[in-house]
């Protein structure tokens, strides 16, 4: 099955991913409280979760295609029910940490595989469009997660949790595009490490760690300057996420006319001027617009790589994208070793250094190695 509602449930399986890893944002104080630990060991179950979600990703795109993607796609499903419901349950600390990184590997065995099979059943000139609205979703779930993990909170964290069991279960009982017989099960590992996969690791590696990676550093910057309350300062932040969703549609549509490339490239400097403008600026206003524009910039840079990524044949399509997304979320990932100390020690200059890591990595455009094969 290859209609409307597959493809719905391509879109949506894309917002459980960056819901889940975000939930527990705005719930840490309630989490410290419940398991007597103390708010710095509770934030950790944020790490619990993407590190293994990525490092898992560096394979499990390969394997999953393999093993066959619709099987391995309702099985990933199928494991997150059953994390999300022990979380909900967990009397001790560790075991809810046990379920977060359960959660990210059964995360890495469905992101991947659902953007093959989304771009397997969408026309070439219409891939970035598909693309945009994936992200759309994969924004939605990043801005909503805090909100809703905060509300779930004012009762009990744990229904949270609950709730996300019961959208996993939704999803792994949802059609889903059938598998094309033989296609990719002779996919190798080394198929998914290709140079021009590399590549394009290398280049959303640095973005990430410079873009989307840096909510952390804008949230010391408008509370150093502005003192706002913890709600204003979590509203400014979610300007990135609302103007990634509301672009996301118009984004792969310039994409597909203008090619992934220049959506890049546009990504990329538009990023860099919008990382400066916060460092440079003290306007609480000027500071928002410009965090709101990174996040148009996000979706330009995330369709851009993954257009690059999947399109054409071939096997290897579903390892190149699990590991072009490791990639990309370990760089995210880096990002508070990196930039913290230098916020600390100049505020402005580190937004300037982000900016400039970004412009630098538009010459890297032009260095895509040649592949036969389609990354």
Known sequence: MSGRPARAALYVGGLLGPFGAGVVSSMLPELSASFGVSPGTAASSLTAYLLPFAL????????????????TIRIAYAGYVLAAALA??????????VTRGLQGVANAFTTPLLLTKLAAITPADRLGRALGTFGAMQALGQTSAPLVGGLAAEGDWRWAFAGIAVVALVLAASPLPPDDPGAERESRLRDAWRPVVLWAGGVVFLAWACLAGLPFLVAFRVDDLFALTPGVRG?????????????????????????????????????????????????????????AVGGVCGQLVLVGINATVLAGEGNGRSGAISVVTALRFLGMSASPAVFTALYHTTPALSFLVAAGVLAATVPLLALRPRSEDAA
């Open 88 to 97: 909900a349950l967990a009397p001790w600390f560790w075991l809810f940490q």
């Open 56 to 71: 898992v990703m560096l394979v499990s795109g390969t394997y999953g295609a393999r093993w066959g993607p619709v099987r």
């Open 235 to 291: 509203l400014v932040l979610t300007a990135y996420g609302i103007a990634g969703f509301v672009a996301a549609r118009l984004v792969g549509a310039a994409s597909d006319r203008f090619g992934p490339r220049v959506a890049l490239a546009a990504g990329l400097l538009l990023g860099a001027a919008a990382m400066a403008s916060i460092g440079l600026f003290p306007s609480l206003p000027a500071v928002t617009v410009a965090w």
